[in-house]
């Protein structure tokens, strides 16, 4: 043992143990901050969100730079990028329930929630593509095209992301494997659809209502 | 003398109820399955004691033999020991490609390696070691060590750990293939557009950039995320936020700092090959973008990356410091302060890096301000540690060397770094050898030199062995003078007019001398690394070995064996102390009541670290690993057609679900 | 021993970063010599902070504390002194830090503070030269040249920079402290010399292959001979004396280089290289690559990319016999 | 099988570098590469002109430096003075896949080399025979005849129409052939 000679104690065995506490009965898991997935996906959403804060940032950044904006395209049109606008908010009200029948562990609602948040999530997407044909630019037209797309794009990345994610857990509510934790898993779902919500407002203004008050 | 500590008195282990929270699982009102009592067959580690505890629970936590069993493992140290692992190889290459340089640049006019050799090298050079050592390393022993520290006996998702660590090795691999192949990026490692842009840089080379860049952020943020959870969720019970080991915080604030600046970088990254590939305008003045905005980006990122290279260093120094001056550390609270105000700071930073690119004046002039400012805090921590030292009783073993080299080695480069920080000086010394000579003070004084120093220290902890204490010191006092013979005087080439990136010289410029110390003081330096890798190599094999607990140090990990079994612990410690094994030397308090035929943890709350509930943690899973290879698939195919994206979307898909598709355990059976 | 080395070699660098063709500290121009001056301010401040710290973290070696103590027990007067200690030296760095900060802002408003002068230059950036227009109001005054300027002693001269391809970085650290080149954007930067003499300058930013080989000249001369220089550059090439310059000229007009070089006052009407009505005149050829001999213009013609591999320059098919009156003529384009 | 993995790498070594390589210093400096293409598809006798190709040509299209070169040269040239873009000015369209005069990279290098009638100067000896071949390289990927790999993306420039390595691949009608709709009619 060569650290021996200069060191003071130095231990060569396991400490004995000494028992001060009882975990037998502690819950399983749990909801919200109390579960570690949980800190997990506000992370993940903060990472994503630091993305979408540089893109616009990158937006405004080249909005300064050129003093016109759009350029010399015409801004967007309002139509379907509006109506996606309502139906996500409106998004809300079934995300809410979908998160109040998973922490009731309530098998047979949180199933019908689930099912109804998938079909948003479709329609949303349908909507998506159809607003894609409507913004009057391509990305590779000028830097206002390239940074409108770009933005949209990380949307609707996030959107499909979700969405996948809630088809998944909504055919898993629908498998054996309907109870238990992945009650926890609804919430999270719900939480991490909140983060997608949130973070389209300020793109549907900065992308179609800022070009035109500019 | 009095004893003056903690809030909480040493020997006194809290009531139970200031350990647990003692709340139900559901809702108020809600039956739910989380507050059913356990099922009475399985086994838990308060019916079985000593070897055969520690023999079950090996089991349960351990990783199958076999190519599938290794790919599959969700062990945090064994994945941490390969990133540590990866990492170093990362560190040689970039090692032996600045030799090449070195050696180029040993004569004016050299003919040794062409300029576009030259041009990947240097570039491969700061690439690797940036982003494929630097960042890695610090997470790396963060995979390691911090559950351990925390007193857990997995990281917080393991399959995410998993899964970043094969993103990373690929993204590596991809880049050090395209460099064998000739195919090597050579626009700098910061690749400025639009040298790096699609006009100036024909071919894919900037491509395999700008992917790397990709590969390795989803790694680092997968990591950092699981890093700051398992430090919130998984801390051993009674391990308040004053009681959480400074190494712990450091690699914490490191992990929201990489967590906030590496989408910059991920986006100035996409930004570039958008334009390369698909021809999108973020980067072309004349259709409205701009050059300018892409360096915006990068630096943003790009400065808090020298926080992020350096804060897991000032992790792995405290610890060191303090064992090895025999003393807890002093100024515990404003280390933690400095840490964070350093994590702030550094996004406040990036413009020094373009004093010279024409910007207003009076804005630059901020971030001189705010650049200086940093000094502070690292002044603070700096201090600390002295002090630490000073009322302590070092003893001279080769980590507490390397970290003396750190101090010397440092200082001198962060005070280099207030110069940079005055716009007028910086405009005479920026893109020379004297910024070189600067960022490699900081850069190898701040992280490789601690980096040694927690390789001599935790090696024991890893392998059971203990490195030659001879080897080491050779190794370092190499080390040193090799480093200060290699970058002091390119401080002075640098003022003698030399600009960086240059692939060599005219005779009458006069830098030839100096330029020839820098070499044999580069081949020294590299010398001192054959010898450490020797050290390693011999060490793992033939070192004597080494207890639980060698260097008599005071934090959790030491509470493991050596190297740790696949559980870690055989009981959850409950901490009373910030150095625990110092406060408890006769017997370690301990949790009982978790499962020993299932992967259980104590999942404990923010703040007061009370234990709050045993959930259990992911199996093995070759998925983690099949997912890595579809993202490379992914990443890798959309430089060649942007369909990639879709197409490569699916087998991603496919193993994401396999991935997070519930198992067949117990939980799900009851 | 190794502290004392590394001090040794601390004072090793007044001595060696004082001289040098293109160094920092080697002063000839206003704002050089007060960076240069700043610089050793902030040397002295740093390196005294830095002796201190070192000095410190020595003693702090001393073992002081008794072998067989706890590590957790602390003395409650030491950490006082300690805390107090920190604190004060903490404050210490604050002011610091402050005075320099005023220090470097109050030098930045000087030295970055536009002064009137009456030249004004263009300089563009290639890949990898430089080419220089002398503005003048009077369209016919103006003029380009490369890689080489001259101006006036103790006269500011204003600078506009552009690039046509990547970003690069005008620099002659004699004078002063560097500006980037950036595509899409102009900047502007003032230099000026307070004794004549020939300043090097060199591309400080990493700008692709032939970087390191993308040099400038600034000659600095008296008021009169730079208008000398001035009315000289504006003129056409003066033609050709003699049968071998003749020759050279007839060689040059039906080979490629018509194609991307100037010769004012020939058919050679290229503009996507250097100038050359007067590069005889000039002290070096490929950018600060190679001094003007003859000798060194005949090896450039015949094998540009094994002196500047990957340069846009191409290797042409010239007879042997025509190299020496090629280069003849070019040397003698004064 | 234990050498699968070599040779799988050695395979991409082979394919890979070629389309990166940077050959700064053309052949021997005097020689002009020996071509022999027929400038037009008649020949008196029952059989076409004998043609020689020395395989030249692919290192240069398949090579992005070369193309990106070529493409510099292409403006520098002022060949767009007449073909623009490549969508044809004064002079033909180059981008589409009608060839009065063959579209190979070794007819295209003739056609810069020796001129056309109708106003395609002559170059030899007013460009270097391996600027031409990068030229002509650039050529080929304005129909994207070359590998999407190797073919030039946007330049920092105005916005004139999708990079050529975003255009479909082309087709080209080989050598020296007039496109039915050019012919006389018989």
Request: hydrophobic share 45%.
């Amino acid at each position: 043992m060569t650290a021996g000679s200069s060191h003071p104690r130095p231990s060569e065995t396991p400490l004995s143990h000494r028992i001060v506490l009882n975990a037998r009965h502690m819950p399983s898991y749990s909801y919200g901050h109390r579960s570690p997935i949980w800190w997990g996906t506000l992370s993940f959403a903060a990472a994503e969100g630091m993305g979408f804060v540089m893109v616009v940032g990158a937006y405004f950044y080249l909005v300064f730079i050129n003093g016109n904006w759009p350029l010399s395209a015409p801004p967007p049109d309002l139509l379907w990028s509006s109506l996606f606008t309502v139906l996500m908010l409106a998004s809300i009200w079934p995300n809410q329930m979908a998160k109040r029948d998973g922490e009731r562990e309530d098998l047979s609602r949180s199933r019908r929630d689930l099912v109804i948040m998938s079909l948003i999530g479709l329609a949303l997407l349908g909507i998506r593509v159809l607003e894609l044909g409507t913004l009057h630019v391509r990305w590779d037209q000028n830097a206002y095209g390239s940074i409108l797309w770009l933005l949209l794009g990380l949307h609707t990345l996030h959107l499909a992301t979700d969405l996948g994610d809630t088809i998944v857990l909504t055919v898993l509510m629908f498998t054996r494997h309907g109870h238990g934790k992945r009650f926890s898993d609804v919430g999270d779902n719900a939480f991490y659809w909140y983060f997608v919500v949130a973070s389209w407002p300020p793109i549907y203004v900065i992308i179609y209502w800022f070009p035109r008050w500019w | 003398m009095t004893r003056t500590l903690t809030p909480h008195d040493v020997d006194a282990v809290p009531e139970p109820t200031r350990l647990a929270t003692g709340e139900r699982g559901g809702l108020p009102g809600v039956r739910s399955a989380a507050d059913a009592p356990p099922s009475p067959d399985e086994l838990r580690d308060d019916q079985v004691d000593g070897l055969e505890l520690s023999a079950r629970l090996a089991k349960t936590w351990g990783t199958d033999k076999g190519l599938i069993g290794a790919l599959s493992t969700v062990d945090h140290k064994i994945i941490g020991r390969r990133y540590i692992v990866t990492a170093i190889i990362f560190l040689f290459l970039g090692g032996l490609s600045a030799v090449a340089m070195r050696l180029q640049l040993a004569q004016p006019e050299n003919e040794l390696i062409g300029p576009d050799l030259y041009n990947q090298l240097f570039t491969m050079h700061g690439t690797t070691m940036m982003f494929l050592f630097g960042v890695p390393i610090g997470e790396a022993f963060a995979v390691y060590l911090v559950p351990l520290m925390v007193g857990t006996r997995n990281i917080a998702f393991p399959r995410l750990n998993a899964f970043s660590y094969y993103v990373y090795l690929f993204g590596g691999a991809m880049i050090w293939v395209a460099f064998m192949l000739n195919i090597g990026p050579d626009v700098g490692w910061f690749a400025y557009v639009p040298l790096s842009g699609p006009e100036f840089s024909p071919g894919k080379r900037a491509d395999f950039w700008a992917q790397m860049i990709t590969f390795t952020e989803v790694a680092g943020i997968a990591v950092a995320i699981s890093v700051i959870v398992t430090v919130f969720k998984l801390r051993a019970p009674g391990m308040t936020l004053d009681r959480i080991p400074l190494f712990v915080w450091a690699e914490l604030v490191n992990s929201f700092v990489i967590v906030f600046a590496l989408p910059a970088v991920v986006t100035a990254s996409a930004m570039l090959i958008l334009d390369r590939l698909v021809g999108t305008h973020f980067f072309n003045p004349a259709e409205g973008g701009d050059a300018l905005l892409y360096q915006h980006l990068f630096w943003f990122f790009g400065h808090p990356e020298v926080y992020i290279i350096f804060l897991p260093a000032t992790g792995w120094v405290s610890a060191i410091v303090v064992t090895f001056a025999r003393r807890q550390a002093f100024g515990y609270i404003a280390l933690v302060l400095s840490l964070i105000a350093t994590g702030f700071l550094s996004f406040g930073l990036w413009v020094h890096h373009m004093f010279t690119a024409g910007l207003p004046q009076l804005g630059a002039s901020f971030f001189t301000a705010s650049s200086m400012l940093i000094a502070i805090p690292n002044g603070i921590q700096i201090f600390c540690w002295i002090a630490t030292l000073w009322d302590g009783r070092p003893i001279f073993r080769t980590p507490l060397l390397f970290i003396i080299g750190f101090f010397f080695i440092f200082v001198a480069g962060g005070l280099s770094g207030i110069m940079l920080a005055s716009v007028p000086l910086d405009s005479q010394v920026h893109d020379t050898f004297f910024v070189v000579a600067h960022f490699h003070y900081v850069l190898i004084g701040g992280n490789v030199f601690p980096l040694l120093a927690a390789v001599y220290y935790w090696f024991p902890k890893f392998t059971g062995r203990m490195m030659s204490e001879r080897i080491g010191i050779w190794h370092f006092g190499l080390a040193f003078i090799g480093f200060n013979v290699a970058f002091f005087p390119m401080h002075i080439t640098g003022l003698m007019g030399m600009p960086r990136r240059v692939y060599t010289y005219l005779p009458e410029m006069g830098w030839g001398n100096l330029n020839l110390i820098s070499t044999i003081g580069a081949v020294i330096f590299f010398a001192s690394f054959v010898l450490f890798l020797y050290n390693l190599a011999s060490s793992a094999r033939r070192g004597p070995m080494a207890g639980p607990n060698p260097w008599d140090a005071g934090t959790l990990e030491w509470a493991a064996a050596s190297p740790p079994l696949p559980q870690n612990f055989d009981r959850i410690p409950v901490v009373t102390n910030r150095e625990p094994l110092w406060a408890n030397r006769d017997s370690l308090p301990v949790v009982t009541g978790l499962s020993v035929d299932n992967r259980e943890q104590i999942v404990s709350t923010i703040t007061h670290g009370r234990a709050d509930l045993r959930e259990s943690t992911p199996e093995p899973s070759i998925w983690p690993f099949i997912a890595a290879v579809a993202t490379a698939i992914l990443f890798i195919g959309s430089m060649f057609t942007p369909w990639a994206v879709v197409w490569g979307s699916l087998p991603l898909a496919v193993a994401l679900i396999g991935w997070f598709w519930p198992k067949m355990s117990t939980e799900d059976e009851r | 021993m190794r502290r004392i080395s590394s001090i040794l070699l601390l004072l090793c660098l007044p001595l060696a970063g004082c001289q040098g063709w293109q160094s920092a500290l080697d002063v000839h121009g206003p704002a050089a010599s007060s960076l240069a001056r700043m610089f050793w301010i902030f040397v002295a401040v740093l390196a005294t902070v830095w002796v201190l710290t070192m000095a410190a973290l020595l003693l702090s070696l001393r073992r002081r504390r008794a072998a067989d103590a706890d590590p957790l027990v602390t003395d409650p007067g030491t950490e006082r002194r300690m805390t107090i200690t920190i604190s004060a030296a903490i404050g210490l760095t604050l002011v610091i830090v402050v005075s320099l900060t005023g220090l470097s802002y109050a030098a930045q408003k000087v030295l970055f503070a536009h002064k009137d002068g009456t030249l004004t230059l263009l300089i563009t950036g290639h890949q990898w030269w430089w080419q220089v227009t002398y503005e003048d109001p009077q369209p016919n005054r103006v003029f380009t040249t490369a890689n080489e300027i001259h101006i006036p002693v103790g006269e500011p001269v204003l600078i506009k920079l552009e690039s046509s391809d990547v970003i690069h970085s005008f620099w002659i650290p004699n004078l002063t402290g560097k500006m980037d080149a950036i595509t899409g954007r102009q900047n502007q930067i003032q230099i000026q010399a307070d004794r004549p003499g020939i300043y090097r300058g060199q591309c400080a930013e990493f700008c692709g292959l032939q970087h390191a080989h993308m040099g400038l000249l600034v000659v600095a001369e008296s008021k009169e001979d730079f208008e000398r220089w001035r009315n000289h550059q504006i003129s056409s090439a003066i033609p050709p004396s003699d049968a071998e310059h003749q020759r050279g000229m007839e060689i040059f007009l039906s080979k490629p280089c018509i194609m991307c070089h100037q010769i004012r006052g020939t058919d050679a009407g290229g503009k996507t290289a250097p100038d050359l009505t007067h590069v005889g005149s000039r002290r070096y050829i490929a950018a600060g690559t190679l001094e003007t001999t003859r000798g060194n213009i005949a090896a450039w013609i015949v094998d540009p990319h094994g002196i500047k591999p990957g340069v846009d320059m191409p290797t042409i098919q010239l007879e042997p016999n025509e190299v020496q009156p090629l280069a003849s003529y070019l040397e003698g384009l004064k | 099988m234990k050498h699968l993995p070599l040779i799988l790498l050695s395979a991409i070594l082979l394919s890979a570098c070629e389309r990166e390589d940077r050959e700064y210093r053309s052949n021997p400096v005097t020689a002009e590469t020996e071509e022999k293409i027929a400038l037009v598809p008649l020949s008196a006798g029952p059989s076409g002109p004998t043609e020689h190709r020395s395989g030249l040509g692919k290192e240069y299209e398949e090579n992005a430096y070369h193309i990106a070169q070529g493409k510099k040269f292409y403006v520098w040239f002022n060949c767009n003075g007449c073909h623009a873009n490549g969508g044809g000015g004064s002079g033909p369209p180059l981008m589409d896949d009608r060839w009065f005069y063959g579209g190979q990279i070794e007819n295209i290098v003739q056609t810069i080399r020796e001129g056309r009638p109708n106003g395609m100067p002559s170059f030899r000896g007013k460009i270097p025979d391996d600027q031409i071949w990068q030229i002509a390289a650039y050529v080929r990927s304005m129909g994207r005849n070359v590998p999407k790999a190797a073919a030039p993306g946007r330049n920092d420039d105005m916005h004139s129409g999708p990079a050529e390595q975003r255009r479909p691949p082309g087709e080209v009608i080989d050598g020296g052939q007039v496109p039915p709709a050019a012919q006389m009619p018989q």
